[in-house]
């Protein structure tokens, strides 16, 4: 098989998986989107507590993030999905184009760690609090653009624009990206 048949092949099979992951979770109760959202963020401040506040700028892995890194990237993902969560809740389309997968702040490493550690505290308690208001039988019509990131082993990432609705969207944002980035904190705990 050629290298564009099987990059073609890794990404028709991270779609599908993807679309599977949606299906399934389409008929959760907001309450359980919510407490599988907390229990990310949970895991995250558990392995952020392990982070030395004078090590946490330092790259100690080639071609990854430093922690700190990883949390400015994570804050400001974290911002404007609050923005787009209160669009998809109130059932209107986030204006605009989807959040960057690779979005940072400009001055990552001098952020003070205490200050990105306080922030994205205040960013997970705005989606777990919207998460909480959402009503119970709610599935609004609208649906967000979202940039799919899916690691591939041996292989770059796939990327891909997908529109999910809010509970997907909630789940992608802010489960798989936390668990994704939690790994991307271990191994740089491991290194140290």
Request: proline share 8%; aromatic share 6%; glycine share 4%.
């Given at each position: 098989m050629t290298?564009a048949a099987?990059?073609?092949?890794a990404?028709?099979?991270?779609r599908?998986?993807?679309?599977?992951?949606?299906?399934?979770?389409?008929?959760?109760p907001?309450?359980?989107?919510?407490?599988?959202?907390?229990a990310?963020?949970d895991?995250?401040?558990?392995a952020?507590?392990?982070v030395?506040?004078?090590r946490?700028?330092v790259?100690?892995?080639?071609?990854?993030?430093s922690?700190?890194?990883?949390?400015?990237?994570?804050l400001?993902?974290?911002?404007?999905?609050?923005?787009?969560?209160?669009?998809?809740?109130?059932g209107?389309?986030?204006p605009?184009?989807?959040?960057p997968?690779s979005?940072?702040s400009?001055?990552?490493?001098?952020?003070?760690?205490?200050?990105?550690?306080?922030?994205?505290r205040?960013?997970?308690q705005?989606v777990l609090?919207l998460?909480?208001?959402a009503?119970?039988?709610?599935?609004?019509?609208?649906?967000?653009?979202?940039?799919?990131?899916?690691n591939?082993?041996d292989a770059?990432?796939?990327?891909?624009?997908?529109d999910?609705?809010?509970k997907?969207?909630?789940?992608?944002s802010?489960?798989?990206?936390?668990?994704?980035h939690?790994?991307?904190?271990?191994?740089?705990?491991a290194?140290?």
């Amino acid at each position: 098989m050629t290298q564009a048949a099987t990059s073609s092949k890794a990404e028709t099979e991270a779609r599908e998986r993807a679309q599977a992951y949606f299906d399934s979770k389409a008929g959760l109760p907001p309450a359980e989107v919510r407490a599988q959202v907390a229990a990310a963020f949970d895991s995250l401040a558990a392995a952020l507590g392990e982070v030395r506040p004078e090590r946490a700028a330092v790259r100690t892995i080639a071609d990854e993030w430093s922690a700190q890194e990883v949390v400015d990237h994570l804050l400001e993902t974290f911002r404007p999905g609050v923005d787009e969560l209160r669009c998809l809740l109130a059932g209107v389309r986030p204006p605009g184009a989807p959040i960057p997968a690779s979005l940072q702040s400009k001055a990552p490493s001098l952020r003070p760690w205490p200050w990105l550690l306080d922030e994205l505290r205040r960013s997970e308690q705005d989606v777990l609090d919207l998460l909480s208001a959402a009503p119970a039988g709610f599935a609004g019509p609208a649906r967000a653009p979202i940039v799919m990131v899916v690691n591939v082993p041996d292989a770059a990432p796939l990327h891909w624009i997908q529109d999910l609705e809010w509970k997907a969207y909630a789940l992608v944002s802010w489960r798989l990206h936390t668990i994704d980035h939690l790994k991307q904190i271990r191994r740089v705990l491991a290194a140290y």
